[in-house]
Every structure is written in C-alpha cells, then in structure tokens.
C-alpha cells in the first residue's frame, strides 16, 4: 500500500487544495507533503511532514545535518537531500523583507480561507518583536480538545524565537463567538506564555465573520 499525497481523501490532498485555493492557501505542511510526496505504512505524508516540522522549522532545515533529518522514519538519504534544498530556499527567502502583522486587518487578510473549512481547524502566527511574521502553523482540532497540545504550541514559539503569537481557529458552524471554552483555554495560554516571555496577543474566531477576543475584550491580553 502506498502513502504518498494521491492516497490522502481528496479534500485532505494539497494538491487539490492548490488546484482550487492557489498556493498561498497551503500551510507549511502541506506544502512539505508535496515536496515528500510519500509517507511510511501507519503514517501518511502529511503526518511524516508534520513531526519534521514540530522538531526543525522550514528555515533551519539546512542548518541540520542528514543524520539529522534521516533520523525521521521514512526519510532517505534522497529525501533528507530534498529536505536540507528546500532549508536552503527558506533561508535564502528569510533575508528577503518578512510580512508584518500589525494589526487585525493583516490577520483576517490571513485566515480568509479558513470560513470554508470544514473540521475545525487552530492556525498560529509567531512574530518577532517588531511584529514580522515568523513562521504559521496549522493545527487539526479544536482548541479545547486533547490532540491539540500547549506544549507543542510554545515549543513553536521558543524553537522561532518569537515574542508574541496570535492564535486563530475556525468554527465550521459559521458561528463566530467564542464558546466559554474558547474563553477559558485562551485565558491558561496567555498565563502559560507570560511566564515563558512569549506574549499571546489575541485568539482570533473565523466564522462566517471574524471575531477578535481582543477587540471583543472577552480576555485581558
């Protein structure tokens, strides 16, 4: 049996999601699976793109070594090639002018695409100090449930050296308020990166509007 993109239900499948949306409306991983194109029997490319992509970020990826990269299962010595190639291109492209996110407007700009998402999806924006976007990562689930993982979250975040995140998921409903759950999670976020020096800034909730916590002042950022 194969794992490559083409075996991912075609809704999941980046290609597809290119084909229809353009580039610009892949994640990191995504855009990885189709440079990997393939994965390992238990687990699918997308899923092999994202353990790289939690352990070294797309810009660093020639900075490591192929020992380092071949130490994920199911990546060759061609693959690690193709890996450390495209660390390469990223860090040549991290010279140029990084896009800055310095107010709601940059973020909704941003996240459009998630109102036509169909599972509830967590999107995060690592900036710098001087508000330039660092790295986006996009996360399955809700907020609330177990899969998705503060831990993961701000090991992001100090692996980026970012000073501040803004976190955004999407409500499939189209309802755009945020439950007290939301509320709740954002508020032991926030509390978790003030005592890691990294400042969550806002949650935002992209319905059939788009909802900011911190605009809304339902939590004290």
């Known amino acids: 049996m194969s794992y490559n993109v083409k075996n991912l239900p075609k809704s999941e499948q980046p290609n ?16 990885l699976s189709l440079v990997l194109r393939s994965g390992i029997p238990g687990k699918n490319v997308k899923e092999l793109s994202s353990d790289i992509l939690t352990t070294y970020s797309l810009c660093n990826l020639s900075e490591r070594s192929m020992r380092d990269l071949k130490q994920f299962e199911g990546v060759s010595n061609a693959k690690a090639g193709q890996l450390k190639a495209l660390g390469e291109l990223g860090r040549r492209m991290k010279v140029e002018k990084k896009e800055n996110i310095s107010a709601l407007s940059d973020v909704k700009k941003r996240v459009q695409d998630m109102k036509f ?3 509830e999806k967590i999107r995060t924006l690592f900036l710098s100090s001087g508000n330039k976007l660092l790295k986006e990562e996009e996360y399955e689930g809700e907020v609330s ?17 970012a000073a501040a995140l803004i976190i955004v998921h999407n409500h499939p409903s189209g309802d755009p ?3 007290e759950s939301d509320i709740e999670v954002t508020e032991e976020l926030k509390l978790i990166g ?18 900011s916590m911190r605009e809304k002042k339902l939590v004290r950022f």
Do not use: C, Y
Request: aromatic share 4%; charged share 30%.
């Open 177 to 179: 308020n945020p439950s």
């Open 16 to 31: 597809e999601k290119l084909k229809k949306n353009g580039v610009s409306s892949l994640t990191d991983v995504e855009l």
């Open 194 to 211: 003030d005592n890691l020096g990294v400042q969550v800034l806002d949650h935002i909730i992209v319905g059939e509007r788009i909802i």
């Open 145 to 161: 449930s177990a899969s998705f993982s503060a831990r993961k979250l701000f090991r992001s975040a100090l692996n980026e050296k």
């Open 117 to 119: 998402m169909r599972t």
